[in-house]
């Protein structure tokens, strides 16, 4: 994805200590609009995230990023999948990845990433900043059409993208 097609989009959203703050990520220019509906909704029903940086406040990595429990977007990087190595959606700016440690990934028969996320790990306990279906989160996201994670057999709570992968 050149940098050309990204845009950096500033954000406001309700912080877990239920104050207003503003952060920044890096998206698709083509996905600009939707994300920021999805931001204004999330900040009127109050759904709280703890932090969002672009992943080049991490160099770059995706495990820092998640260990920060941070909401981002492009990161240049591969898919998390069997075979042949892919672009993940992240690499085009059309994925975001929401408060990472109340919504980790659990690679199939692997480890829950990020570490911390492991005490989300009951998805029935919905808590704050948690996705899960008919939550503000995942219904934020339902409403531009694009696809979560958590449908998934090694569910990756955290993610949404424009073609669900």
């Known amino acids: 994805m050149p940098p050309s097609s990204l845009r950096e989009v500033k954000l406001a959203f309700v912080g877990f200590d ?51 429990d941070n909401t981002s977007a492009f990161n240049c990087r591969y898919a998390v999948a069997k075979g042949p190595p892919t672009w993940s959606m992240h690499a085009y700016g059309d994925a975001i990845d929401v408060n990472t440690v109340e919504n980790p990934y659990f690679e199939p028969g692997h480890s829950v990433q990020p570490p911390a996320g492991s005490a989300f790990a009951d998805r029935t306990d919905h808590r704050p900043g948690m996705a899960y279906p008919g939550g503000a989160l995942v219904e934020a996201f339902a409403a531009i059409s694009w696809g979560w994670g958590g449908y998934w057999t090694g569910p990756d709570y955290q993610h949404f993208s424009t073609n669900g992968r």
């Open 18 to 68: 239920g104050r207003s703050h503003t952060g920044k990520m890096i998206v698709n220019a083509a996905v600009t609009e939707a994300v920021i509906k999805v931001f204004r909704t999330l900040y009127h029903a109050r759904f709280p995230i703890r932090r969002m940086d672009p992943v080049d406040a991490f160099h770059g990595s995706d495990e820092k990023s998640m260990a920060a």
